[in-house]
């Protein structure tokens, strides 16, 4: 039986969606990133997890085979909904970052002060091409720190191992309905409407935890 792929629910209604994000993306992008792109990218792993279940293996090569569509389909399908899962936990909030002790010592650390990170995340959303994301990650398999990282698409760029704590979704999609072409600003009011207290929470469990497991 195809394993079933779930479409997580905000941690907010569609109706509340509209009010709390609205600093950032107006409500009809709050309504139809939700229900029509992000669902999508689920819908879309569901159906090739039927389709594999008799996908001939043996006709794979290296040019166009069926089985390798759908396993490179399923790869950017995976990333989509994954991150955008991510990118609606750490939107909703206002920006304020006292309730976030431990993230916010670990960026301090890691880039040196809160507006340096800052600057660098932002460069990250602002450089990744017109189909991409900005991503504050944690690097649990090479170096143990927290990077900013620019994907373009989905999943190209993106770092074996790195746990995604704060993605900025960058397609046009997400942001010209309200912004135009301005995606710094975007980027801006996405940063300065952060729910911090709920990536703390993310940071806590993937970052902190990972890091006794390892030293154990």
């Given amino acids: 039986m195809a394993y079933q792929w779930q479409f997580h629910p905000r941690p907010y209604s569609d109706q509340d969606a509209a009010q709390l ?115 504050l990650v944690y690097d649990s398999l090479y170096s143990g720190r927290l990077l900013n990282v620019e994907v373009d698409e989905h999943h190209n760029g993106a770092i074996w191992g790195a746990v995604p704590l704060i993605p900025c979704d960058v397609f046009e999609h997400a942001y010209y309905h309200k912004d135009g072409w301005a995606r710094a600003t975007y980027v801006d009011n996405f940063i300065s409407n952060l729910n911090w207290g709920r990536i703390n929470d993310r940071y806590k469990k993937y970052v902190q935890v990972s890091n006794s497991v390892i030293e154990v």
């Fill in 21 to 135: 994000l609205a600093p950032v993306i107006d409500a009809n992008t709050a309504d139809w990133h939700y229900n029509k792109h992000h669902k999508g990218y689920v819908d879309a792993m569901n159906k090739i997890e039927q389709d594999l279940e008799t996908a001939d293996r043996a006709s794979a090569n290296g040019n166009y085979s069926p089985i390798g569509e759908l396993k490179r389909r399923f790869t950017w399908n995976h990333a989509g909904a994954l991150l955008h899962t991510i990118y609606w936990e750490v939107m909703g909030g206002n920006g304020d970052t006292s309730g976030a002790p431990e993230i916010m010592q670990a960026i301090v650390h890691n880039f040196g002060s809160f507006d340096a990170w800052k600057a660098d995340f932002k460069a990250s959303c602002i450089g990744a091409k017109l189909s991409g994301w900005g991503i």
